[in-house]
C-alpha cells in the first residue's frame, strides 16, 4: 500500500494545489549522490515499508507522546500560546506523521515526491504552519529542532525495523536506507528556510 487507505485531514499529496519545488530534478540527483544513494536503497525501503506499515501509529506515538511531549520546548508547536494541548491537531498532524514514513518507504522519488517535501517544509515553518487545521500554536518549528531530532528518530526506528525477524543484514540495510532517505528529506527541507524572504529568522 503506498496510498492512505482512508482519507487523512490536510494530506493532499499529489494534488494540483501543492506547489512545484523550486529544486529541480537534477539537483535532487545529485543530492541522492552526495548522500550515497545506490539502487539497492529504494529495494530496502520497500521492504522497510512492509516492516512499518502495521507499526507507524505505534512508532508516532513512540515519538510524540514518548519523546516530544517530555520536552517542553518541543511540544509547544502542538500546543497553544497558553500551552494548552489541541487534541484535533495532534490527532490530524499524527495522522499524517504515519503517512509520511510511508511515504518515505514507498513513493518513488518523482516530481511529485519533490514537490511534497516543500509542502512539508511549509507546514513546518511561518509560510504555513497552523493554517491546513486552523489552528493557533507556534508560528513555526525551528529548523534546529528539526535537525536535532531527526538522529532521535533514526535511532528509535531501529527496534520497530527489526520487529519481523528480519536478518541482521536486512535490518542494517533497511536502516541505513531509512537515513539516508530522512538526510535527504532534511537538506530539502533547508531550502525554504533558507529563503528568508519567506521565513526570515526561523533557525
Known sequence: MIHATKEIPGYAYGSKD????????????ELKVTVGWT??????LRLAGEVLEDQTKQIVDHWRNGIIASIPDLARH????????IPAYVANSGERFEQWILDTCRRPYDQDWLNYQLEIARRHT???KNKVDGVRSTPYVPLRDILAFIVVINETIKPYLAAKGHSAEDVAKMHLAWCK???LQTALWTKLYMDTAHTPSEW
Open 181 to 183: 532517505s530522512l538526510q
Open 18 to 29: 501543492i506547489q512545484l519545488s523550486p529544486v529541480s530534478m537534477q539537483e535532487l540527483e
Open 78 to 85: 502542538s500546543q497553544t500560546p497558553e500551552g494548552d494541548r
Open 39 to 44: 539502487d539497492d536503497d529504494p529495494i530496502y
Open 126 to 128: 511561518s509560510a504555513s
